[in-house]
Nanobody, 124 residues
Framework: QVQLVESGGGLVQPGGSLRLSCAAS????????MGWYRQAPGKQRELVAR???????NYADFVKGRFTISRDNAKNTVYLQMNSLKPEDTAVYYC??????????????????WGQGTQVTVSS
C-alpha cells in the first residue's frame, strides 16, 4: 500500500557530508513520525533521528550537532543531512515511516514501513 524509496548513500571520507532522502508514495492519508535508523555489521539496528508530524525531533546522542533531520510534508519525504562523518558512522541506513493509508478495502489503516536501506561508508 505504501512504498519507500531511499537515496543518497555512498562512500565519503572522514569529515565529509552526505544527504539521505526517503520518499513515501502510495495510498497515503497522513504520515505521523518519520525517522532514520542504522545497522552496522554485527550490531543491532539503532535509532539515529526521528521527527514527528508536528516537527518535534529527537536525535541519538552520537549524532547530536552533526546530523540534521527534516521533512517535506508536501512531498512525503524525510531527509537526513549528515556532516562531520566519522568511520563509526559506517552502516546501512534505513528510513522508517509511521503512516495512515487506505487499504484495498478502503478503510484507513495504520502501519510502520521500512525503506530498503542505503549503504553509508566513511573511509579514507
Amino acid at each position: 500500500q505504501v512504498q519507500l524509496v531511499e537515496s543518497g548513500g555512498g562512500l565519503v571520507q572522514p569529515g565529509g557530508s552526505l544527504r539521505l532522502s526517503c520518499a513515501a508514495s502510495g495510498r497515503i492519508f497522513s504520515i505521523n513520525a518519520m525517522g532514520w535508523y542504522r545497522q552496522a555489521p554485527g550490531k543491532q539496528r539503532e535509532l539515529v533521528a526521528r521527527i514527528g508530524s508536528g516537527g518535534s525531533i529527537n536525535y541519538a546522542d552520537f549524532v547530536k550537532g552533526r546530523f540534521t533531520i527534516s521533512r517535506d510534508n508536501a512531498k512525503n519525504t524525510v531527509y537526513l543531512q549528515m556532516n562531520s562523518l566519522k568511520p563509526e558512522d559506517t552502516a546501512v541506513y534505513y528510513c522508517n515511516v509511521d503512516v495512515i493509508y487506505y487499504s484495498t478495502d478502503l478503510y484507513r489503516r495504520r502501519d510502520d514501513y521500512w525503506g530498503q536501506g542505503t549503504q553509508v561508508t566513511v573511509s579514507s
